[in-house]
Nanobody, 127 residues
Framework: QVQLVESGGGLVQAGDSLRLSCAVS????????MGWFRQAPGKEREFAAV????????AYADSVKGRFTISRDDAKNTVTLQMNSLKPEDTAVYYC????????????????????WGQGTQVTVSS
């Protein structure tokens, strides 16, 4: 069974940095498109970042572009989201997602393009 487990969330102050990790078990991450989504209380889950299965291309939501960086290490079956210059608006539960499907990078900004999801990790940014 494929499982995704997020870690690294916590409470930080505005302007701080935080690094989230996603560990994949049940299969190698090689060949998987990997994404990060986030969901604030009372709001729908929204796209944050994605990286192609080759690691050659990335895409980000406008709200995080320039501050967040997604990366992958297929030898360790791990995907990372480096978050810098955090804002209170970044407060949310962050979810890791994976897809074995093919497609253009823009396809993977949509929730229904993913096959597997983690349980999420809480990120809280205080002002």
């Amino acid at each position: 069974q494929v499982q995704l487990v997020e870690s690294g969330g916590g409470l930080v102050q505005a302007g701080d940095s935080l690094r989230l990790s996603c560990a994949v078990s049940g299969r190698t991450t090689r060949g998987l498109v990997m994404g990060w989504f986030r969901q604030a209380p009372g709001k729908e889950r929204e796209f944050a970042a994605v990286i192609t299965w080759s690691g050659g291309s990335t895409a980000y939501a406008d709200s995080v572009k320039g501050r967040f960086t997604i990366s992958r290490d297929d030898a360790k079956n791990t995907v990372t989201l480096q978050m810098n210059s955090l804002k209170p608006e970044d407060t949310a539960v962050y979810y890791c997602a994976a897809s074995s499907r093919g497609g253009l990078l823009g396809v993977f900004t949509r929730r229904n393009s993913y096959d597997y999801w983690g349980q999420g990790t809480q990120v809280t940014v205080s002002s």
